[in-house]
């Protein structure tokens, strides 16, 4: 746990809005300096679409919020749409012939070698985040730290979280256009995750579901070790767009009816229609929209991401598993009748399903999660991440060289 750093920012550059938060470490306890929040220019579908549009947004984001808290920033920690982001995982193995485990010439061999794997296959590629899940000895032993123990192998599982060079390279090009350094890029889905597995450590699994703009993200945990993850390029956006093309309504207006008025499931009640003021031409109209028509629309969209969640979650189907909790985030978070339908459609069961809520959130909105999040992953270091840089500590995994280079 970090517990003092300097003024840093965090910025999460999103498909609709982009969001910034200046925050300070003292003795800690993590101080909130100011928060802004602006519509995304010069992005499209996670990648960048306009140069100009895009040092614009981030000069505005970071000039208002140094401002406002009286400060500048040295260090900004970058999010980027997960849509730009896969996930792979290695399972390396060394015989030893039955003598102790050392860890330069054992572990650190392991995990050199799954990054030169890594590498061979995925030369174009960049690792984000490089996760090492699990040791083993003798196929069979799974242990916290092997050094010194009697073995005739050990084992390694390692998760990798990576992207493409030439996305880290353009928007790297961006900052240093602005006279500013990225510290650090930061997969969201993985720190939201992370934030709840963090403060609630009892929970033998947990499902993050994130559902964003223009995708849908899906992480787990799972004692401790961070398993899968994965984006589907569909989210609150495709809802949206369907209600307005299928009632023929502007954007604003389907917006409207998807947050306010609607539902994943079909009602049963005496209500069935909602009056939508609507303008044309400066001219106030209204138009007649049926509640199980507009519940029809956005339950078939839901229902069709889920069936796209299953499909990534299937393999762990047949473990039977119920994991504690499933915890919910993002814009689409908010349609009503998520929970329900999560709970009849979805493959893997819970305990319960929740919306995403941190300890450090005092009343921030809800936009904020991605931020807030990768403030919590700053502070609160994932125990079993291998760090890119080298380091004074001298920690099984935090004394690794550097090898994302």
């Not at 999010?79 to 330069?104: A, L, T, W």
């Not at 123990?149 to 599982?157: F, H, I, N, R, W």
């Amino acid at each position: 746990m970090i517990n003092d750093l300097d003024p840093s920012g965090v910025l999460d550059i999103g498909s609709y809005q982009s969001k910034f938060i200046i925050f300070k470490i003292n003795n800690s306890k993590t101080e909130i300096l100011s928060k802004i929040i602006l519509k995304t220019e010069g992005v499209k579908k996670g990648f960048i679409s306009d140069l100009n549009k895009l040092n614009k947004l981030i000069n505005e984001l970071i000039g208002k919020a140094e401002d406002s808290a009286k400060i500048r920033v040295k260090k900004i920690y970058l999010s980027i749409s997960p849509i730009n982001y896969s996930f792979i995982n290695f399972c390396n193995s060394k015989n030893i012939g039955g003598y102790q485990v050392e860890h330069e010439k054992d572990v650190q061999f392991l995990i050199n070698d799954s990054v030169n794997l890594f590498k061979d296959f995925y030369a174009d590629y960049k690792i984000i985040h490089l996760l090492n899940v699990n040791l083993r000895t003798d196929k069979i032993n799974y242990i916290e730290n092997p050094i010194g123990l009697v073995a005739d192998s050990v084992e390694s599982d390692v998760n990798i979280i990576f992207t493409k060079k030439n996305v880290i390279k353009n928007f790297t090009n961006v900052f240093l256009n602005n006279s500013l350094k990225i510290e650090k890029f930061i997969y969201s889905p993985f720190a939201l995750a992370l934030s709840t597995y963090v403060e609630s450590p009892l929970s033998d699994g947990t499902i993050l579901i994130d559902f964003g703009h223009e995708h849908t993200s899906v992480c787990m945990f799972e004692n401790k070790n961070f398993l899968f993850s994965s984006t589907i390029p569909l989210g609150s956006w495709h809802v949206t767009t369907d209600i307005a093309k299928s009632l023929n309504l502007n954007f604003d207006i389907a917006e409207n009816l998807k947050i306010n008025h609607s539902s994943c499931s079909i009602p049963n009640n005496k209500i069935i229609h909602e009056y939508v003021s609507s303008e044309n031409l400066g001219i106030k109209s209204y138009k007649k929209v049926s509640n199980n028509i507009l519940n029809q629309i956005v339950y078939s969209r839901v229902d069709e991401i889920i069936a796209f969640i299953n499909r990534e979650l299937s393999y762990f189907k047949n473990n039977k598993k119920i994991f504690n909790k499933i915890v919910l985030t993002g814009e689409g978070s908010k349609i009503k009748g998520l929970e329900q339908l999560l709970k009849e459609k979805l493959l893997i069961k819970a305990l319960v399903i929740e919306k995403f809520s941190l300890k450090i959130k005092n009343n921030i909105q809800d936009e904020f999660d991605s931020c807030l999040s990768m403030i919590h992953y700053i502070k609160n270091s994932y125990f079993a991440e291998i760090p890119s840089y080298k380091t004074v500590k001298k920690s099984l995994f935090e004394k690794l060289y550097s090898i994302f280079n």
